[in-house]
């Protein structure tokens, strides 16, 4: 295999993988806030803040993968 | 680029993510400390003056009756950063600095990841012209206005956060206080625990700060990317491909809108929180 090849397989893995995790994160705790309005839905509007924060920081790491699988794709450091 | 001929797809791309440096070549090393990004230092300084012009402007003609439409965006602004740094920070002295950092640093964060929604060509190819029109050749108009999007903008406001938190860790606990902290927690006061729990405090401080600048970069970084790579859609020049760069190019900065805001918001609320961790005792 080339290393052309290498790279690409390895920019999939990285995002494939990475998304594993942050979509079972924000799906656990997206069903955590549904389940929290439905018991207290005077509290939503300020669970909804909350939500928001933390689906940011689940992705977080994710994203900084995507975005480490870019700069692999497009304008490889260790190329040449 | 070849002179009189189209690039291809990854020369394009890769021409979209080369910062303009005071070399006027694409930067060769992954860390070069001699080199600036001036385009990045361009647009992140001016969006700075825009923030800080547009909230003098609010300030200056506030008016304690009906407010009009501008001051009423301005108060809801600062009544929502308000709220929260009231929910975080709980001295009043400190507040008085932190609150209007994190308003600057939310709409100026805001301002900076904006840029993205502009056409990915538009500035670029002005740049391309003006430069051309000097007698540069346009294949080196390198030029990124999205500053959140290179690397060094967020990794540099998570360090002025940082400093921010060192600065009130010794300020409220006192030098000998917050050093006895770095020892003692989170495990407890014991001579074998002091390695460990430094090394623990070592690694919070580090993974706060370089997960609280590169998840902004993250975030700006693909999507900016993602435009790119759709506008690459519209340049195959057939019906299908320009529909396809229209559809795709909409529900992505639809979706891209919230995704600033959010991220904007973010970084303010974790700038909030991680300066309200240092008002805290272990």
Sequence with gaps: MTNVAF???ACGLIIGLGAIGACIGIGLMGGKFIEASARQPE??????????????LIDAAFLIGVGIAMMFAFANPFAG | MASGS??????YVVHHLTNLNQTGEAQADIIDFSLINLDTVFWSFGLGMLAVFVLYR???????????????MVE???????????GVIHSETSRKFVAPLALTVFLWVFLLNLMDLLPV?????????????????PGHAYMRVVPTADVNVPLGMSLAVLLMCLYYNIKIKGLGGWLHELFTAPFGNHFILWPINLLMQLIEFL???????LRLFGNMFAGELLFVLIALLGGTATALGFLGHVLAGTAWALFHILIITLQAFIFMMLTLVYVGQAHDHH
């Design chain 1, 7 to 9: 790279v690409a397989l």
């Design chain 1, 43 to 56: 509290l939503m509007n300020e669970l909804q803040t909350k939500m928001f924060l933390l689906a940011g």
């Design chain 2, 6 to 11: 189209a690039p291809t797809s990854s020369e």
């Design chain 2, 58 to 72: 609010a300030a200056r003609n506030a008016s304690a009756g009906v407010p009009g439409r501008f001051q009423a």
């Design chain 2, 76 to 86: 809801i602004l600062v009544e929502l950063v308000d709220n929260q740094a009231k």
């Design chain 2, 121 to 137: 060509d538009l500035l670029p190819s002005l740049w391309a012209f003006g430069l051309s029109s000097i007698g540069v050749d």
């Design chain 2, 207 to 213: 993974a706060k700060t370089v997960s609280h600048g």
